[in-house]
């Protein structure tokens, strides 16, 4: 059996190099005891799909079982990394072949393509493909069910190859489109599934120390904003809102001329100071919704760094090289208008600040997926999130495993929550004020940010009352060493919430009785009870995880299913409530 070394050797993750990792090497021997002609693994980003896929190419070529590789990615740069990883390989690609172009050098093995360019010509990449015996590998194949033309071009150009071999790592959507040489089987209800050959989640790949563990920090606040009627709202980012007022609350939020930004952008450069001590070349990102915001953002950056910023805008012709670049480099901070969501290989990010408003279960994996290719044992991974429910949710199920469904299309977004959002959004509908506050045009008018909480492995952690951005209590959160185990982390983190919360109680000690009864109530009312309810929910989720393995994210997210309500992050007390007794229950007929 061939050996071949990850992509990257000197990037390759703590304790694997030079040989296969464990999940790669089962893999490949599943692969090549079945000979199947379909084969889908589905792996957490960072885990190293693209190893893989070379190892199981050289041995079909190697064998002779294939003759001709046929890569299919889904962006330009994409096809530059996997015909660099290739050569490193020793399986020279052609990256600027174009279906139709005609014949390649003799020096080249096989072609690296995009769907968008097998979905304009699938002709020619079927005579291609039918030339020879070839391998096809389909990076992210969840981009063939984008839309119906790119999978029809798909099953068309690729029909007669010898093998395909299929990756993702990412949650597949819930849709009508069915993705090509996928297998689906019937789940539950009858409706089909997809069937996965092999798979290797986040979980798994945490526990292997083959990814970082992400430490997720969320941030709240006062937003006010004009709508195009001229009407002056006033809300607060992180708690309960409609979906039209969340949805500008987030706008307003990520507006770079407002208060917010530039304070979470602050917070997380001084994260990234702390992450540097341990991690010297240690880099961040900000994901951003729009080239005049990922501008500004980078113009507060070098102002609040003291650093050049570099933007990357998708239609630059030299943004792979500025992505090269900055990966090679130590910089400290780039700014991406999406394009570095998915795929793109830059080890050393350790830092991202999600400022965009695209919030689907598929693109926040992505993107989170940047920032979680270990090194080396012990880098934590962090990100900066608005106090928005969905993403909430999503931070704290990113280790739970998704299917592809096929059903009905249910929403715009076709994500695998619409079936409960399609609920939540008539409620919402009902509760929207008028028709005024609509997605369109509006005037972000002031935003103040504060620190909400830190989210890390399902549970929640933070302190009581109001966090000012740049106070010691953020700090508890900003200055958590860069590296850490993740049981380390945890515990830190319980520590730090305690031992604040020690010294908050003598600062009482000079009000009289009446001022403390009433402030106790305040509190007890609010933060305080809320605070309870959430860790005694957090409890019993560690305490359920401990007795059954159940990831933290999935059972909290089964709760949510069957108490209803929003994540546990912005839940009230009788939703909380309502899922500690229902985990109760489960303990009970468990042990019955």
């Not at 943004?319 to 090679?328: C, L, Y």
Request: hydrophobic share 40%.
């Amino acid at each position: 059996m061939t050996s071949l070394g990850p992509a990257w050797p000197e990037r390759a993750a703590w304790g694997t190099a030079p040989s296969l990792r464990a999940w790669q090497s089962a893999a490949l021997t599943d692969y090549l005891a079945r000979n199947p002609r379909d084969f889908l693994a589905v792996a957490t980003p960072g885990a190293g799909k693209t190893t893989f896929a070379l190892t199981v190419a050289a041995e079909l070529l190697g064998r002779r079982l294939v003759d001709r590789l046929i890569i299919v990615a889904p962006t330009e740069h994409l096809k530059l990394q996997w015909a660099e990883a290739a050569a490193r390989a020793g399986i020279p690609i052609d990256p600027t072949y174009s279906a139709g172009s005609g014949k390649i050098a003799s020096d080249y093995v096989g072609v690296a393509v995009t769907y968008a360019g097998v979905g304009v010509n699938p002709l020619a990449m079927r005579i291609r493909t039918e030339r020879f015996k070839t391998l096809v590998i389909l990076d992210e194949i969840h981009h063939a069910g984008d839309s119906l033309s790119w999978g029809e071009g798909v099953r068309e150009a690729f029909e007669p190859a010898a093998r395909r071999l299929a990756l993702t790592g990412t949650p597949f959507r819930s849709d009508i489109n069915p993705i090509p040489f996928v297998t689906y089987a019937p789940g539950e209800g009858g409706v089909p599934t997809s069937v996965a050959d092999y798979t290797y989640g986040y979980s798994e790949a945490l526990a292997d120390h083959v990814v970082r563990p992400v430490l997720f920090l969320a941030y709240s606040g006062q937003m006010s904003w004009r709508t195009r009627a001229g009407d002056e709202v006033a809300a607060s980012l992180g708690e309960p809102l409609t979906k039209d007022m969340t949805s500008q609350a987030l706008r307003t939020a990520l507006d770079p001329s407002g208060s917010w930004m530039p304070s979470v952008l602050e917070a997380a450069d001084k994260r990234l100071s702390e992450v540097r001590r341990h991690v010297p070349d240690a880099g961040g990102l900000v994901i951003a919704s729009d080239q005049d915001s990922a501008r500004a953002y980078a113009k507060l950056l070098k102002q609040i760094s003291g650093e050049s910023v570099t933007v990357v805008l998708s239609d630059e012709k030299a943004s792979s090289k500025k992505i090269s670049a900055f990966s090679e480099s130590d910089s400290r901070w780039m700014v991406a208008v999406r394009m570095v969501s998915e795929g793109v290989d830059v080890p050393r990010l350790a830092v991202g600040v999600w400022a965009t408003t695209t919030s689907t279960p598929l693109f926040f994996a992505q993107a989170v997926g940047r920032f979680v290719r270990a090194r080396k044992r012990g880098e934590i991974a962090s990100v900066f999130l608005p106090s928005v429910p969905n993403l909430l949710s999503f931070a704290a199920e990113l280790e739970a495993q998704r299917d592809h469904v096929l059903k009905r299309k249910v929403s715009e977004d076709g994500d695998i929550f619409a079936a409960e959002e399609d609920l939540m959004n008539q409620a919402n509908a009902s509760e929207s004020a008028s028709e005024e506050l609509e997605l369109g045009p509006f005037e972000a008018l002031g935003s103040e940010a504060r620190f909400d909480h830190a989210l890390y492995d399902g549970a929640q952690f933070g302190h009581e009352g109001e966090v000012h951005v740049g106070s010691d209590e953020e700090m508890d959160f900003l200055g958590i060493p860069g590296l850490l185990e993740p049981d380390q982390v945890s515990a830190l983190l319980q520590q730090r919430q305690a031992d604040r919360r020690r010294t908050r109680r003598p600062e009482a000690a000079g009000q009289s009785e009446h001022e403390r009864a009433a402030d106790t109530l305040a509190e007890v009312t609010t933060h305080e009870h809320l605070g309870l309810l959430r860790r005694e929910l957090n409890s019993l989720v560690a305490s359920w995880n401990h007795r059954t393995g159940q990831a933290h994210g999935i059972t909290h997210a089964a709760l949510r299913k069957e108490c209803g309500g929003p994540a546990a992050a912005v839940a009230n007390a009788d939703q909380l409530q309502k899922r500690i007794d229902r985990i109760r229950e489960w303990a009970v007929r468990k042990t019955s």
